[in-house]
């Protein structure tokens, strides 16, 4: 039979507007986690990472958000640019130093 | 800072070939990774190292892969034979202490 490859969450949103990328984890015993951004041909590159004791870190346009009860992280972009246009992942640090990468969500900026 | 360094970049192979792809992973670094990327199972963790000591290689798919790290400046990942099915990307990321890895720019991988 024909294989099917993942079919990615896409957002497509204006420049200048607000992202909001979502994710939800697998293991409640997660401590640590990380979005990453992978532009076309590229390796992942971190963007901003947030430990388990907390719920929300910020960074330069970023926002992390983490709600540990219903096992969700969200990724808040603001003044979106057309660079940004990347898949981004979620990963959470499961086991020992084993960092489990979710499927990705492809980002567009319209300009 | 270089960034982890990954060669090949493109990698043509006939089928039943040794492949060897080579990451250097950035100075300092105690922790190694090697992922694999392709389109239906997404990013997956084959195996990672801690002070050159592999630690959880539970992600091998088969035998026929197999990683080392001789020193902390080196890694190899080998696939021997090489089938069409490990076409993909491959990616070697290193990180200080196990968080917030940096990721390398992939070998892409074909197998025909």
């Known amino acids: 039979g024909e294989s099917v490859g993942l079919h990615l969450p896409t957002l497509s949103v204006q420049e200048g507007d607000n992202s909001i990328i979502n994710c939800a984890y697998s293991?409640?015993?997660?401590?640590?986690f990380i979005w990453y951004k992978q532009e076309s041909g590229k390796g992942p590159q971190f963007i901003i990472d947030?430990?388990?004791?907390?719920d929300k870190r910020q960074g330069q346009r970023v926002t992390v958000l983490l709600n540990k009860t219903v096992k969700h992280l969200s990724l808040q972009i603001a003044a979106t640019q057309p660079g940004d246009s990347a898949v981004y992942f979620c990963?959470?640090?499961?086991?020992?130093?084993?960092?489990?990468f979710g499927e990705g969500t492809q980002l567009t900026v319209n300009p | 800072d270089a960034g982890v360094i990954q060669s090949p970049r493109h990698e043509v192979t006939e089928m039943g070939q040794e492949v060897t792809l080579r990451c250097k992973p950035i100075s300092g670094h105690d922790y190694l990774f090697w992922y694999r990327q392709t389109m239906m199972r997404g990013l997956e963790l084959l195996i990672y190292f801690n002070n050159n000591v592999p630690i959880d290689d539970s992600g091998m798919p088969e035998d026929r892969f197999s990683a080392k790290m001789p020193n902390a400046s080196f890694s190899t990942l080998k696939i021997q034979p090489s089938e069409p099915r490990d076409s993909a990307v491959y990616f070697c990321?290193?990180?200080?202490?196990?968080?917030?890895?940096?990721f390398g720019s992939g070998t892409r991988l074909t197998v025909v």
């Open positions: 293991n409640s015993a997660s401590d640590y």
């Open positions: 947030i430990r388990s004791n907390m």
């Open positions: 990963a959470e640090k499961t086991s020992g130093s084993r960092l489990t």
């Open positions: 990321a290193s990180s200080l202490g196990a968080d917030g890895y940096t």
